[in-house]
Every structure is written in structure tokens, then in C-alpha cells.
């Protein structure tokens, strides 16, 4: 019987190109990025440049207006609370 995964939005296999790239911060350099000690500059400075990677990838996007996020919940909250903080006198109005 063929298997057919259809809960991607739940989870989704890791591409083998990303795991390539990403097997050193799973497995030796797994350090916390905001850490102060030398071993965790190498994983801030991985951030940075997927940073700068993802900002040019969109075009004209300065590298500091990509947010990272850990979760969709993470995610949905940060799209919630800048549409707000974007929009403060619609925050409160009512729907139309």
C-alpha cells in the first residue's frame, strides 16, 4: 500500500538541501544566538546572514524588517500585534 502524507500543515519533512545546511546548528552548533560566550557567535551570525538572504530574496526589504519566529503562534501573535501597533486608531473600531 502506498503511504500519502497530506498533514503538511502540521509538519513537513525537511528538504534535503535545508537539512544539508542546517545539520551543523542541529547537531554542534546548536548554541543560543543571543548568548554572550564565543561559542554562540557563530549561530547569531548564521541568523544574520539568513537574514540578509531572505531580505534580498523579497527585493528592496532592509534585513531588519525579517522577523525569525519559532512557532506559528509566535508568528500569528507578531503579524496581530504590528498590524496593530501599525494601525492604533483602528485597533479599537468596530468591524464594518
Known sequence: MKYVY???NATTAIAPE???VMQPYLTSDYFNP????DAA??????????????A???GD???DQIIFTGSATESN???LFGTVLANP????????
Not at 34 to 37: A, E, H, N, R
Open 6 to 8: 497530506v498533514d503538511n
Open 18 to 20: 535545508v537539512l544539508g
Open 34 to 37: 543571543s548568548s554572550m560566550y
Open 41 to 54: 557567535r557563530s549561530s547569531a551570525e548564521a541568523i544574520e546572514s539568513a537574514r540578509i538572504t531572505v
Open 56 to 58: 534580498s530574496c523579497l
Open 61 to 63: 526589504i532592509d534585513p
Open 77 to 79: 501573535n507578531a503579524a
Open 89 to 96: 486608531e483602528r485597533a479599537m473600531s468596530s468591524p464594518q
